[in-house]
């Protein structure tokens, strides 16, 4: 074999090996990979079906309830709301009428969360949830 044969050989397997590598970090992220939802998106049934994402708004007053360790309590944007279900700690932030974002899937006719996040400053809100809520009221 000549010279730039093993030269064209080195160049398509090192192109190989890149598409490879580039096709499972492309993989990995999708996997990893979670949507922002608020309850109107879920109302119009844009959620991801099967797939783990977060949930966003705020904690509707009087909805949270507890039975010994589960917790449910509704999610509300202004205008719809959708009843969480929740096992596990609480952040200390987390109140009735303040930011949340639980992260889970749908099942049945509410969401299963398994993390809960509370919003840590009063202040501030994500983007995405102000656009969202700001939509949402506009309704």
Known sequence: MKPRHFRL???LAMLALFA???GL???AFRQNLVFFV???EIARGEAPAGARFRLGGLV???SVQRDGSNLSF???DGAQAVKVSYRGPLPDLFREGKGVVAQGRLAGL???ADEVLAKHDENYMPPEATA???QASAR
């Open 38 to 40: 608020t309850p109107s």
């Open 110 to 112: 509410g969401f299963v």
């Open 132 to 134: 969202a809520m700001k």
């Open 25 to 27: 970090v492309l993989k």
């Open 20 to 22: 490879l590598a580039g």
């Open 60 to 62: 509707q007053a009087g």
């Open 74 to 76: 509704t999610i509300t």
């Open 9 to 11: 050989f080195g160049l």
